[in-house]
Structure formats: structure tokens, C-alpha cells
């Protein structure tokens, strides 16, 4: 449950929330393109943009819970497996599509 983990990425968060207000405003803008009737290449473009800064919100968020989280587990023993198969679960998802 999300509630009772240590969220490793505590020292980055302002950093992740204004890049999640920048995507935020980024897919606001392309439901303006679609209203507007915008040529499709303009809006694939934009799209392909959010895509990009959602993927490196998701790397940035591994990378703190690979040297935190899973490093942790790793040394103390404890959980090591579970943290190593909760990984590659997630980046599983995070590498599809």
C-alpha cells in the first residue's frame, strides 16, 4: 500500500510536480489543437512530446527508487526479492507501449 512506504523521491518532488504542471498544460494545449481543428502532424508532435516528459518523470522516479528503496532492501537482506520482482514489474509497465 503506497501509504506505508518511504517515498525516496522526497528530495525531488517539487521538481516532479512542476514538470507533472508543465505535462499538465502541455495535453490542455493539445485538447485546444483537436478544438481547433489543428493539423494532425502539429498535435502528433505534442503528443509525442508529453510521452517523452511523462517517460523521464517515470525514469527519474526508478532511478530514486533503485538507489533508495531497492539498495535498502538489497543490503539489509529483507525483502530483497520482493523489491527486485517489484521492479521489474514496474519496469515492465514502464517500458510498454
Keep these: 500500500m503506497a501509504g506505508e512506504h518511504n517515498h525516496?523521491?522526497?528530495s525531488n518532488k517539487s521538481?516532479?510536480?512542476?514538470?507533472?504542471?508543465?505535462?499538465e498544460g502541455q495535453v490542455r494545449g493539445i485538447q485546444k489543437m483537436i478544438e481547433e481543428d489543428r493539423y494532425c502532424v502539429d498535435i502528433l508532435t505534442q503528443l509525442a512530446a508529453v510521452k517523452s516528459a511523462t517517460h523521464q518523470?517515470?525514469?527519474?522516479?526508478?532511478?530514486s527508487h533503485m538507489h533508495h528503496c531497492v539498495?535498502?532492501?538489497l543490503t539489509s537482506g529483507?525483502?530483497?526479492?520482493?523489491?527486485?520482482?517489484?521492479?521489474?514489474?514496474?519496469?515492465?509497465?514502464v517500458t510498454k507501449g
Design 71 to 73: 539498495r535498502a532492501a
Design 15 to 23: 521538481e516532479m510536480l512542476g514538470r507533472l504542471k508543465r505535462i
Design 57 to 63: 518523470v517515470a525514469l527519474n522516479l526508478l532511478d
Design 78 to 93: 529483507n525483502e530483497a526479492e520482493e523489491k527486485i520482482d517489484e521492479l521489474m514489474d514496474v519496469v515492465r509497465k
Design 8 to 10: 525516496s523521491y522526497g
